[in-house]
């Protein structure tokens, strides 16, 4: 996980040094640098936390936190070599449980991972949701995620990926025409339901982020991955600009703009009556139709022109399936 | 010493001595030998005069110390029972400490860790950074896997947090909530029992307090701020995330919508993925849902690869989104001559 954090609360440093403590009993010697990498947090966290433990403690008999009762540590060791040996101890032995929310919080991202193949049996799932119930100081929230829908396809990733070779599979694009990709698998990302590959596309001589439900005929090939993910630089987010793009401006409702955030719009406004416009870039106006038809609430292309005629002309099409079938009239 | 340091104590270590303090001791503090010895109360302390703020300080630290899962109690003194001021408190060292035979290998950890992650934007953030921190105090570290997994829940819908606190203090909560096909939204007032995402999409599983009928609430569908109320409701033992999902689950595969799919197309190829989806004939799909907006939605975006064959209220939803779509983009008036096409033809 990422280093890069905002300024920790209070209570976020509190977690850390009980959390700490434990670990430095358990490491009796252990280094400031391996502290940090453990916990992978700054050696300055580490030094600050440190040297809060080393005078905190317990009001004791005297009701004056007396020697005796304050932690300790080897100040020579700490100070001259950056190495932390715990003395004295105090009150605590053992690491926390978890809270009801955060064995809640794993619980559920455990079964959500349940259908990733070479992650996750149903077994270990088991154990671990009963490890992390017994584990928790109060019963588990209920908050739960159904298991993502299993495609074969991710199974076939991870097969690529042991092997080392390059994948090779029909991709239907959104214009509807499915053609073979062969690529180099580098991550599997996922979004709520939805499962992408990021991987480099040797066909197009790219890094192409690919829709795992819309893989077919996956299969392995006998050539040799030529990129691996250490190697490249896979920008955060999911779906990239690229130069062909074409910027659309949308109107959507206000509790629906949200749905857009993965792609990364800008211009956000607010338009009449509990309505929001934004700016987004898409590759072609294709994706745009198949998006605003998608949308909850009214979405809109408003810019540009093209833009709209295209939506109107594909949204025609769609609809004069159901006129040649004479529906009802609508 | 400590007694002879600055009376400014930082935030922490008020509430790092306070867990020392209470759980160190068996028969608990009271309120007043809190205030009076422990480290960053004591500086505040007037032995004579009004302590009232400090009383206040230590009520939100109870919170706090709380809110990380940390089992602080209170003891009530038989003999004066309901006099706050015995009240004790006091962090059991059994219910605090996690149970020595829990421990986590490193494949397990590695597997608790993705977990974790998956928890990385939005509000179960904070909470699944702390499980980690306890997972790694325990000495876990976990493996790299050689190829990337980055999944990733959201819950980005305002309701998230406040249901959340609802369902923490299990009581009744009100909002408004809009129903596909009805002009208004219309206020309810439930008891949200659970917090699920089938499909993608967060619900909230509640019951009506009244007639203890149970319901599912899309987050989406609700309209405005939720208001946590203060009326208790406990959860039934039946009432869990596990059931709730079943019966999503039930109702997903008890409906079943008929699609013709364009051969070879985006369409074909993802509604045959979905769970449960069979084929009926050459172009014929049959795929389940579990709400009937929902599917006209996710239908409408793959445009002209689908026809909906029945059910024909499922139909009628659809075709309505797509004129609706045609009305509100139809503006020939102001087509200018021919160059609409070569946007298509780019690839």
Redesign the interface.
């Known amino acids: 996980m990422s280093d890069r954090r905002p300024a920790l609360q209070a209570t976020d440093k509190l977690a850390f040094l009980l959390a700490l403590v434990p670990w430095l009993i358990d490491h009796e010697r252990v280094s400031v640098a391996e502290a940090a990498e453990h916990f992978a947090v700054g050696t300055a966290e580490i030094r600050r936390a440190v040297e809060l433990i080393a005078v905190s403690g317990i009001p004791g008999e005297t009701s004056q936190y007396q020697h005796g009762d304050l932690f300790d540590i080897a100040w020579d060791d700490f100070e001259q070599n950056d190495v932390i040996v715990l003395t004295n101890l105090v009150a605590i032995d053992e690491s926390p449980r978890f809270s009801s929310r955060e064995a809640a919080a794993l619980i559920a991202g455990l079964q959500y991972l349940s259908s990733l193949p070479d992650h996750a049996d149903r077994a270990a799932v088991a154990s671990l949701t009963a490890k992390l119930s017994r584990g928790a100081s109060s019963e588990p929230s209920q908050v739960a995620v159904a298991e993502s829908e299993s495609d074969e396809a991710l199974a076939v990733v991870g097969r690529a990926v042991e092997a080392g070779v390059q994948l090779e599979f029909d991709y239907a694009g959104v214009r509807g025409r499915a053609e073979r990709r062969r690529v180099d698998p580098l991550r599997v990302e996922s979004l709520d339901a939805d499962w992408y590959l990021r991987a480099w596309d040797h066909v197009r001589e790219g890094l192409r982020t690919f829709r795992v439900d819309r893989m077919s005929r996956p299969a392995l090939t006998d050539a040799p991955i030529t990129h691996r993910a250490s190697d490249l630089s896979l920008p955060d987010t999911l779906f990239e600009g690229s130069p062909d793009d074409v910027v659309v401006t949308i109107e959507i409702d206000d509790a629906a703009a949200a749905l857009l955030d993965d792609w990364s719009p800008t211009d956000v406004e607010r338009a009449d009556e509990g309505r929001t416009r934004l700016s987004l870039r898409v590759s072609h106006h294709g994706t745009v139709a198949r998006l605003v038809a998608g949308l909850p609430g009214r979405a809109c292309v408003v810019a540009p022109p093209e833009a709209r005629r295209a939506v109107a002309e594909w949204a025609r099409r769609a609809a004069a399936e159901y006129d040649a079938e004479g529906t009802a009239a609508g | 010493m400590?007694?002879a340091r600055a009376p400014r104590i930082?935030?922490?270590?008020r509430?790092?001595?306070l867990?020392?303090?209470l759980?160190?001791t068996d028969t608990g503090l009271t309120k007043s030998e809190v205030l009076?010895?422990?480290?960053g109360y004591?500086q505040k302390y007037s032995s004579a005069g009004d302590n009232a703020a400090l009383e206040r300080q230590f009520e939100r630290d109870k919170d706090?110390?709380r809110?990380?899962?940390?089992?602080l109690e209170t003891v009530d003194d038989p003999a004066a029972s309901g006099n706050n001021q015995l009240l004790r408190y006091r962090i059991p060292r059994g219910?605090?400490?996690?149970?020595?035979d829990?421990s986590?290998s490193p494949?397990?950890t590695a597997?608790?860790t993705?977990?974790?992650?998956?928890?990385?934007e939005g509000t179960?953030s904070?909470?699944?950074?702390?499980?980690?921190?306890?997972l790694?105090?325990?000495?876990g570290?976990a493996t790299v896997?050689?190829?990337?997994?980055?999944?990733?829940?959201?819950s980005?819908?305002a309701a998230f947090e406040p249901l959340?606190t609802a369902?923490?203090r299990g009581v009744v909560v009100r909002f408004d909530y809009l129903k596909p096909g009805e002009a208004r939204p219309r206020r309810r007032e439930v008891a949200p029992?659970?917090?699920?995402?089938?499909?993608?999409?967060w619900m909230v599983p509640a019951i009506e307090p009244d007639t203890g009928s149970r319901k599912n609430f899309l987050l989406?569908r609700i309209?405005g701020p939720v208001t946590v109320t203060g009326r208790s409701f406990p959860?039934p033992a039946d009432?869990?995330?596990?059931s709730?999902?079943a019966g999503?689950?039930e109702l997903r595969r008890s409906n079943t919508a008929l699609v013709r799919v364009?051969e070879?197309?985006?369409a074909?190829?993802?509604l045959s993925?979905?769970?449960g989806t069979e084929s009926r004939g050459a172009d014929v799909l049959a795929v389940h849902y579990s709400d009937a907006?929902i599917l006209a939605?996710?239908l409408?975006?793959?445009?002209?690869?689908?026809?909906v064959l029945e059910p024909?209220s499922l139909?009628?939803l659809?075709?309505?989104?797509?004129?609706?779509?045609?009305a509100?983009?139809?503006?020939d008036a102001?087509?200018?001559v021919g160059?609409?096409t070569e946007?298509?033809a780019?690839?």
């Open positions: 400590p007694a930082p935030v922490e270590e509430l790092f001595s867990v020392l303090a759980l160190a009076s010895t422990v480290q004591r706090d110390i809110e990380l899962g940390v089992p219910s605090y400490e996690l149970p020595l829990i986590f494949e397990e597997l608790l993705l977990a974790a992650m998956v928890w990385r179960l904070g909470e699944s950074r702390r499980a980690l921190l306890k790694r105090s325990l000495g570290t896997p050689e190829l990337e997994y980055a999944p990733r829940i959201r980005r819908d959340r369902l923490d029992f659970a917090l699920v995402q089938h499909q993608g999409r989406s309209v959860r009432a869990t995330a596990d709730a999902l999503l689950e364009v070879a197309s985006d074909e190829t993802r993925k979905r769970r907006s939605e996710e409408s975006s793959f445009g002209p690869e689908v026809t024909v139909r009628e659809v075709v309505q989104r797509l004129r609706r779509l045609v509100d983009h139809d503006d102001a087509r200018p160059s609409s946007t298509w780019r690839s």
